[in-house]
């Protein structure tokens, strides 16, 4: 498989799905959307009010990480060198930003992140814990999508599309 960014829509998508990244996604929110069924209970307006949430703190959420998280600057303490591998990936990323397999979120970081969705169970009755679940994943899936697109270099036919990737 050739890690340079295809250029036809069809070859955008199915490169896309190739990769680990998106696969745990898709399988997570998969997985998040079978259980919320299983645990069904009409979905409330706490629910569009998790909805709502998600989507206002996103944009928030997603600078602060690549400012505070993938800008991290290493540095050196007490003769180490503090540098971790999700800013080494992201430099490398910035290096050749056309290379495919330095576009997704590395595999290392999703059981860093899994306590994260764990919480939610604690705190909120499963039904509202799974649809929080199930839209931050889909989020992430969507940023995945975004950002691996915008790398292609398919020419969007619309002017949205266009807009996005010229962004």
Known sequence: MSNKAPVLLSDVIKVFVRYPSPRILLGAVGTAFAARLYYYELWS???IAIIAA????????????????????????RGFKIDPLIGQKHREHHKDPECVEKVFIPT??????????????LILPIPL????????????????????FVHTKYQPKTK???RLKDN
């Not at 996103?58 to 540095?75: G, Q, S």
């Not at 290392?108 to 169970?121: C, D, E, G, N, R």
């Not at 839209?135 to 995945?144: A, K, P, R, V, W």
Request: proline share 8%.
């Open 45 to 47: 307006y706490w629910d």
């Open 129 to 148: 814990a799974l649809t929080l679940i199930i839209f931050d994943l889909f989020m992430s899936l969507q940023y995945e999508w975004t950002h691996y």
């Open 54 to 77: 998600i989507l206002v703190t996103w944009p928030i959420r997603e600078w602060l990480i690549h400012v505070y998280i993938l800008h991290f600057k290493p540095f050196t303490l």
């Open 160 to 162: 949205n599309w266009q």
């Open 108 to 121: 290392h970081i999703y059981p860093l992140v899994l306590p994260l969705f764990l919480i939610w169970p």
